[in-house]
């Protein structure tokens, strides 16, 4: 089960590639490019997991 501490972590590794990834923009536009959408996603996914909330429910629910 994804907790407070999870989505913490998700958000500053979200974080960590959007701010490495605008500098891979300037090398590669399309790597770079994948690589802000990754972090953004992952800022989302911490976002909303630290508020409690998932994306996918569990098959067993």
Known sequence: MMTEKHGK???IMGILI???SLYVVTKDPIIGGV???IG???MLMGYRT???KTFFTP???
């Open 35 to 37: 690589g802000v959408l």
């Open 9 to 11: 972590f998700f958000i």
């Open 59 to 61: 098959k067993d629910e």
């Open 40 to 42: 953004l996603w992952n």
């Open 50 to 52: 630290s508020k409690g």
């Open 18 to 20: 959007f701010l490495l």
